[in-house]
């Protein structure tokens, strides 16, 4: 929701035959390529297909998914009121947000060893708590969009990207992009560098679409972290050119290989919470997990 949906293009209206953008809707069904699918073909390409080209059904969701879409609606609300002039709303509500959508899955839910719903809707209420004690939830400025779609053409041989804007803000200074991260840890400098790429792609694609309206002058993560003692920190991130080329021309290899129908396997630690295992010939039992999201 917000401003910047107003003067957003979706691209989902007909895509011209024979361009990018027709080519992605005949393989996925979609006339783009949405961040978390080239993710997904970084990850394992066979992942990708099972998903995205084959539509096959998958066995169950990991809890750690449903766990990242409930904080981050839980973060979206706290702005929502925020720019709605509602009173903060309170931490058990927020908390109950995440039980509620790990009991409507309708797939089975995969928790993680030694997790269980009643843990993880303790750990919600402690992340809550300890974002809503925190000055990142209540930042300087003005909530301009929540928990939005962004798309455009970053290159006219690939399909148009469409990704998820978690946080917009006008400031004095211009317009505070923020992505939420839930981790184990607290992330050190390499790690913000290694996340990056994909704030500084949709900052070049919501200044696009903004149209010299207002610009994004500010990127940011908040990381808080599923610990006993969350901690909520906040990372901000330089503008960098060269660094949204290299996301173009990583996102244009992906592409290549998707409309190649180039699938293989990449056993690893993703298997471990892979929908698709019972389907693959090539899964590792047991792998090691990330747990991020
Ligand atoms: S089980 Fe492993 S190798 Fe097979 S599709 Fe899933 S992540 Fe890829």
Redesign the pocket.
Known sequence: MGVISSISQHPNGLAPSGSPAAEAQSITGRPYLSWTQVSSYQ??P??FA?RYVEHADPDFVPSSLLFGSAMHEAFAKVHEHDMEGLPVPSSEDLAGKVSNLLNSSLLPVRYSKGESAESLHALGQRMVDAFLAAPESKPEGQPVCIEDRASGIIDPQIPPIEGKVDFVRLTKDGLVLRDYKTARSKWNPDKVEEGAPQLRLYATILNDQLDGWRKITGLEFVTVTKAVKPVVTLHPVEMRQESVQACIDQIGAVWDGIRKSVYP????W??KT?P??S??P???KHAGASDES
Not at 265 to 268: D, E, I, K, N, Y
Request: charged share 15%.
């Open positions: 990850q394992c066979r992942a099972f396997t990449r056993p690893g993703p298997c892979c698709y295992a389907k693959c090539a899964a590792i």
